[in-house]
């Protein structure tokens, strides 16, 4: 049985774990509104299955699926990924789903964040979210494993990233957003990160990729390889907008320490050349009111740095570009010499506004109860 805890993990001595620590599974949920997704959500169902099947040769993966969809994602998928039944209003497990937390028995919990659809009735990207706000209840209910609910505190799994050791990396952009926390101040908003991921620095840094319709999520941006380790998105083009986001975000890493006072070590990966949405590409999207719309030439929040720590490899987007998916792929390989570093072609999942890490969810190996 799952239950509600009252208290933090912080108190009860459970902290979030770095993503390149061992994995019990990883989490999907399975896409298929057709106005974020384009022609009937077929090619992106496509997509998801290719980069749940590249997680599996790592770690069991179970994929969430609606009722209606549920014989052809089970017939999509190979039989090794587990399909269960789960109510949802779309398919980012990395924002909706649970933050894992383990203690040092190796008990694990989860933070079941409040959620509103990346900014809520101020400019969140869908309405309603009901179901999205259930998803981490769902989860830790299959795998009986205690939740901590932060009911007044909105946030999303993409918009943190945790070294595993006391520091934790964030967005001013994000979590200063108007349609989140606005009852909040910075230093109010540090203390529930300190409470719920029992982290004691917070690193702010401004801005995440450009044109990020979460509101600039850090995932999307930076992350631990390891602790002391930093992948950073990057380019070399000046005049690109993404250039004084990511030099100013290199200045102030540079200049950082984390919690055990190390100096961070710091790898750029370039970005892709940029990528647009086509024509063809708009009009495939159903236009319904409530969403985002995806309209032709509109640029997206492309970035390698979105990828999945599996156990013992690095599942990363690919986009086609002749340039740089091999040069992410040969910095990945460089960074991770002992993971196998797999790409996986991912301009689908762009298309829907995020990429391979928004809409996976590592749980930790900890002895958890079933
Ligand atoms: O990138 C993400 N973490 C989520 C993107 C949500 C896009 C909704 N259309």
Known sequence: MSK????????DEFRMPGEFEQHKQCWMIWPERTDNWRLGAKLAQKSFAEIASAISEFEPVTMGVSKEQFSNARQMLPDYIRVVEMASNDSWMRDVGPTFV???????????????SWGGLVDGL???????DKIAQKVCEIENVDTYRTDGFILEGGSIHVDGEGTCIVTEECLLSKGRNSHLTKEEIEEKLKEYLNIEKVIWIKNGIYNDETNGHVDNICCFARPGEILLAWTDDEKDPQYNISKSAYDLLTNETDVKGRKLEIHKIHIPNPIVITKEESEGVDAIDGTLPREEGDRQAASYINFYIANGAIIFPLFNDEKYDKLAE????????DRKVVGVYAREIILGGGNIHCITQQQPLGKSIG
């Open 4 to 11: 509600r805890l009252d208290t933090t993990p912080k108190k």
């Open 102 to 116: 383990i203690n040092d028995k190796g008990e694990v919990r989860a933070v079941d964040w409040k959620f509103n």
């Open 126 to 132: 869908y309405f309603p979210w009901d179901q999205d």
């Open 330 to 337: 040969e910095k990945l390989k460089e960074v991770f010499p």
